[in-house]
């Protein structure tokens, strides 16, 4: 892969939060992708990270009423039935090596976002979540503490980049027009490089 096509695949890399809940996702998908976190950098070495896999129907629905989806659209509660996640990783803490993992919680998320856009999956990182009743639905041992939900499922929806004017108070929220394409501002190369 030369630079080119890796920024494509990051650059195509976006949060997707409506789903074609048809197509349903193997086991060993969500272990092929929850692989790609064993190459990540991790802080110590530590590899504190566990995944709890998801690919039932029946666990999918108990999941998705405990997840906030899009908090700047205010009339939305999150996909209709027909277009939810059809799989989940709920990233947790082994809190045996600490309560905090450094940045490798959001290393591992891109390592395994980026792995989902070869497959056609999308998906979005969730942290607005019911951290209790998720523990218990799962029925984690209090060792474990989840830290991120990602919903996963084969994108229905349209995500495109709208580049931001680089002015101090420039609007940085998503917002969906009435075609259903979802808009997402990012700030221009130049406001990213102090000197
Ligand atoms: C740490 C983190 C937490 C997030 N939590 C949520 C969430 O709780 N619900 C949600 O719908 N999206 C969540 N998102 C998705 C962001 O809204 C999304 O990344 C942002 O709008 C930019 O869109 P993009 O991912 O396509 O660049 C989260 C993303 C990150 C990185």
């Not at 969500?30 to 504190?48: D, H, I, K, M």
């Not at 639905?137 to 580049?163: H, Q």
């Not at 931001?164 to 998503?174: I, L, P, Q, T």
Request: aromatic letters at 10%.
């Amino acid at each position: 892969m030369n630079f080119e096509s890796f920024k494509k695949l990051v650059e195509s890399t976006r949060s997707i939060r409506r789903f074609d809940e048809s197509r349903r996702i193997g086991r060993d998908t969500l272990e092929n992708l929850v692989e790609l976190t064993r190459f990540c950098a991790s802080g110590r070495n530590a590899q504190p990270l566990r995944y709890v896999l998801i690919d039932s129907e029946e666990e999918c629905e108990q999941i998705f009423p405990l997840l906030k989806w899009a908090g700047y659209f205010k009339e939305w509660d999150g996909p209709e039935k027909g277009e939810r996640p059809v799989a989940y990783l709920v990233q947790c803490i082994d809190t045996k090596y600490g309560a905090d993992c450094l940045c490798d919680d959001g290393l591992q998320l891109e390592a395994i976002t980026l792995g989902m856009t070869t497959l056609g999956l999308g998906g979005c990182i969730i942290k607005a979540f019911d951290h209790i009743n998720l523990s218990k639905v799962l029925n984690l041992d209090k060792r474990y503490s989840p830290r991120y939900v990602l919903a996963i499922g084969y994108p229905v929806e349209k995500v495109v980049i709208e580049e931001m004017n680089g002015e101090e108070n420039a609007d940085f929220k998503y917002f969906r027009t009435p075609d259903g394409v979802h808009h997402v501002p990012k700030r221009p190369l130049k406001e990213l490089i102090l000197k």
